[in-house]
């Protein structure tokens, strides 16, 4: 039997805070990355029985549709969808004040039931009330869409308004608030209102902030300094109020009139985090005071492994929906079987592009997969870098096709330029391979992708891949990857075993002109020859990938990792972080 939601809101609890959360492909109430892993965490919660609560926002018109026409060029449109049908609309009303006004905010309600029963609720926060203004109904229209005010005034509704919300709704032992990225940090601001009984917020005690700081952890999850949020002073008094914002410069969160919402987070947590290994370190080069450990991502398997694999491990190690570890065992599976379960979710995939496209792709011949979001840094046309020599290894070392997918965001032009030079790409080659870029990648699109190509190819510029999560589900059916070494595939990539290396050797950078010799280099000599003349060999490599990483980069062993500590870690030795004014930031 599961723990009922009466008996969680008594019990000590851990509430998780992200801007986007996916569930379900029928709620579009995610962008990618941050709300994959998100809801990956909390149905391992709901897996474990771990006693978690999620706070999100509602995106009543998601992120965006996106819409390609035949030259690649990317338009969008609203992605409409009906909370009534998928979601419980919760009667508790509460208000922030945002600009002087008071904005009405009410929940809905979605509940994950894991393995055992177990519940895991999640609260969509919603403005669209008659009793709001017009323009305060938008607040949770848009996921990441308008401007810095709009942002502002979004992560007002959901860290004060989800702080607010969690009192409204009964939970009164809430032990932990985890931030998942620095979108929610404000709701340490109503922790410290909540704590300080009455008096001022104008000038916190540091027992307060102590107090606040021992029920905090964060995860950052942004290698590159643009992506922190960032806000003027200016701004921050107009939409906060006055005594807000002597607050936050009472607890010296601006730096040179600046409000950074990662700062406002690390201050107030006793726990950060970054997503790999390597970003652990990269963070620590960002904020160099503070301390900051690493717990890498993980996936949940069962939502990301396809039918044919599920029926697979379920015959030989049935353990594994309750314990993903035990897909260690895979080992001990026939590479026959292996073989026939990915030629089986290959065939669905390309059943899925016929359906989206009309093209036919032929299942034996070498598929490449690439779908990530689409912007700059992903380089996803490295693969394109000497288009002479890729049709030359196409015509000698083996034929090969290659399926993407991604989004750029609206107001990203490089993104959008990149799928377009993409279509250039497969019109040029279009007489010795096939390239198809699927539009409107989602999460239903993403499960045939990881599942059915043969090989996933991941071509970040270091050090901006903070961790990566798509070679882990693309692990867990099977398919290895051809990765830079960035992010999670420093600790995953084990060479001809899980997959291969874009480079040879670890650089702190990247090296562009090297990168792209080896990228050819391994599909010409090492992984194309393998795949048409040893097939037992390359489909061992994929027997390993399951063993080693999908039994690993798993979203249970991530989030026991966060319960032994961060979750129950006692913070009885509370750091005092130097303030952003007093960095060296040259």
Known sequence: MGISLEHLKESSTIAYFCMEIGLDPALPTYAGGLGMLAGDTLSAAADLGIPMIGMTLLHRKGYFRQHLDSKGQQTESPADWSPERSLQPMPQRVSVTIEGRPVQIRAWLYQLTGISGHTVPVYFLDTALPENTVWDQTLTDYLYGGDNHYRLCQEAVLGLGGAAMLSALGYRNVQVYHMNEGHSALLTIALAKEMSEGHSLRELSEATIDAVR???VFTTHTPVPAGHDRFPATMVTRVLGDELSST?????CFLDGILNMTYLALSFSHYVNGVSMHHEEIAHSMFPNYPINSITNGVHAVNWTAPSFKDV?????PEWRWDNLYLRYAVSIALDEIGRAHRHAKNVLFAEVQKRTGLRLDPEVFTIGFARRATA???????????????????QAGPLQVIYGGKAHPHDDGGKRLIRSIFEAAAALKDVMRVVYLEEYDMTLAKYLCSGVDL???TPQKPFEASGTSGMKAALNGVPSLSVL????????IEGITGWA?????EPESDQAKEIASLYDKLERVILPMFYGKPDEYCRVMRWAIAINGSYYNAQRMLLQYLNNAYVATASAVWAPKYPHEYDHG
């Open 214 to 216: 021992r029920r905090c």
């Open 248 to 252: 936050l410069q009472s607890c010296r």
């Open 313 to 317: 491990y379920d015959r030989h190690i």
């Open 377 to 395: 840094y992903k380089r996803a046309d490295l693969l394109f870098s000497d288009m002479d020599r890729l049709r030359r290894i196409a015509r």
């Open 456 to 458: 996933w190819l991941n």
């Open 486 to 493: 960035d992010g999670w595939w420093i600790e995953g990539h």
């Open 502 to 506: 874009i480079g040879d050797s670890w």
